[in-house]
C-alpha cells in the first residue's frame, strides 16, 4: 500500500477497472486526470474512478522523495457497508460514477484521517482476509464520505485548490479529445496553438513527462476499452472510433498495450 521511491522512476498514463485512491505524504510534481494538471502536494487525496486514465509524473531526488499510499479496490465491494446509511450510499454512487468531481482534495481533516487510517490498515493487513480488510476500510472511510458529501452539499467546491494555471498541455489534451475519432495532425494541432511543431511537442513533454503520442495512445486504447465492454460495435468500427482507420494496426497497438486483441479482451468480459 504505502511506497517510497528517492530515485526517477518512469510514470505512465493507465487506468483501472476499480477505484483507485493515491494519498500523497511526501512529493513533488504534477497529476494528470481529465485534462487537468495538478501541482502534486503532501496531504493531497486522488480519487480516480474506474477506467480514468491518469498520470503521475513526480520530480525525485534524493531530497525530493516520493512517498504515497495507494488503495485499490472494486466500488461494489463498498456497497453493502453504506446500505445503512442512504445518504452516503447516493453520494457514493455519484463519486463512484463521475458525476460528482472530487478527483483530487485537501483538507486539514482529511490530512488528519488518512495517516491514522492507513497506518491502521498497514498494521492490519497481514492477519486480515479479503472481505475483512474491506469492511475495516469501509468503517473507517464513512467519517470521510460524509464530509465530502457535506461539501457538496453545503455547494463548496471540492477541488484542490493546487490546480496549475492552465498551460499548454491542458490545451493540447482537450485538443486531442475533441478530435479523438480523427487521425492525428500534428500540424493541425501546431496551428490551433499558433505555435511551431517542435515547440508544440517539446512543450507537452517538458509538461508532462511524456510525448503527445504517448499519451493519445493510452487514450484511445483506453476509450476502445469502454467500447469493447459496453457496446457491439465490430473491431473495426472500435477502431475507426478512436481514430484508428487500419483494423490490423488497431489490433496490432491494442495488444501491444494490453497483451491481448481487442476481441480476445471483450471476450474475457462478456
Given at each position: ?173 482537450t485538443w486531442l479529445e475533441d478530435h479523438l475519432q480523427e487521425e492525428f495532425q500534428l500540424d493541425a494541432l501546431a496551428d490551433f496553438l ?66 491481448c486483441t481487442p476481441l480476445q479482451y471483450r471476450n474475457k468480459r462478456s
Amino acid at each position: 500500500m504505502r511506497a517510497l521511491d528517492d530515485k526517477p522512476i518512469d510514470g505512465f498514463y493507465h487506468y483501472h477497472q476499480g477505484m483507485e485512491w493515491l494519498y500523497i505524504h511526501e512529493g513533488r510534481g504534477t497529476v494528470i486526470v481529465k485534462e487537468q494538471l495538478y501541482e502534486m502536494k503532501p496531504g493531497q487525496l486522488f480519487m480516480f474512478t474506474p477506467y480514468q486514465l491518469h498520470k503521475v509524473f513526480a520530480q525525485i531526488d534524493a531530497e525530493h522523495p516520493y512517498c504515497r499510499t495507494v488503495i485499490k479496490f472494486e466500488p461494489v465491494a463498498f456497497l453493502p457497508y453504506l446500505q445503512p446509511f442512504p445518504h452516503l450510499l447516493r453520494f457514493y454512487e455519484k463519486l463512484w460514477e463521475g458525476h460528482i468531481e472530487a478527483n483530487c482534495i485537501t483538507s486539514e481533516f482529511i490530512q488528519l484521517l488518512l495517516p491514522s487510517l492507513i497506518e491502521s490498515l498497514q498494521g492490519s493487513i497481514e492477519i486480515m482476509n479479503t472481505q475483512e480488510q474491506m469492511s475495516f476500510f469501509a468503517v473507517r472511510m464513512l467519517p470521510l464520505l460524509d464530509f465530502l458529501r457535506m461539501l457538496t452539499d453545503s455547494s463548496q467546491s471540492i477541488h484542490v485548490r493546487s490546480v496549475v494555471q492552465e498551460r499548454y498541455s491542458q490545451q493540447i489534451m482537450t485538443w486531442l479529445e475533441d478530435h479523438l475519432q480523427e487521425e492525428f495532425q500534428l500540424d493541425a494541432l501546431a496551428d490551433f496553438l499558433h505555435l511551431s511543431k517542435h515547440h508544440v511537442s517539446r512543450m507537452f513533454r517538458a509538461e508532462t513527462g511524456s510525448s503527445i503520442q504517448e499519451y493519445l495512445t493510452a487514450r484511445r486504447i483506453r476509450q476502445a476499452c469502454l467500447l469493447l465492454h459496453t457496446t457491439k460495435l465490430s473491431i473495426e468500427h472500435v477502431g475507426l472510433s478512436v481514430g484508428i482507420g487500419s483494423p490490423s494496426y488497431f489490433i496490432q497497438l491494442f495488444k501491444s498495450q494490453l497483451g491481448c486483441t481487442p476481441l480476445q479482451y471483450r471476450n474475457k468480459r462478456s
